[in-house]
Nanobody, 120 residues
Framework: QVQLQESGPGLVKPSQTLSLTCTVSGGSITTNNYYWSWIRQPPGKGLEWMGA???????YYSPSLKSRTSISRDTSKNQFTLQLSSVTPEDTAMYYC????????????WGQGTQVTVSS
């Protein structure tokens, strides 16, 4: 059973960089056929795909967030990380790390999510 767990600060000040880590257990982030994604949901709004890193380390970003987003990984810890720079209150959201299956283009495992609030 694959499990994903987000971790990071729940409160970030405007203009700072938000940094979240997803720790994966029960499966390797280098296993072929998977993307490891970040998805967020602002209060009262729908899900927004932010970006992903695949099994070989290639990254993909939402065009609307690309200039502020960086996704990386630490294979020795089986973790992948999201950094979102120059945050504003509009970046307040529940942030999820998610595994996506390349073949079926579906999401099969989700973390429980972590709430991040941007406020001074």
């Amino acid at each position: 059973q694959v499990q994903l767990q987000e971790s990071g600060p729940g409160l970030v000040k405007p203009s700072q960089t938000l940094s979240l880590t997803c720790t994966v257990s029960g499966g390797s982030i280098t296993t072929n056929n998977y993307y490891w994604s970040w998805i967020r949901q602002p209060p009262g709004k729908g899900l927004e795909w932010m970006g992903a890193i695949n099994y070989s380390g290639t990254t993909y970003y939402s065009p609307s967030l690309k200039s502020r987003t960086s996704i990386s990984r630490d294979t020795s810890k089986n973790q992948f990380t999201l950094q979102l720079s120059s945050v504003t209150p509009e970046d307040t959201a529940m942030y999820y790390c998610v595994r996506a299956v390349i073949d079926s283009q579906s999401y099969d495992y989700w973390g429980q999510g972590t709430q991040v609030t941007v406020s001074s």
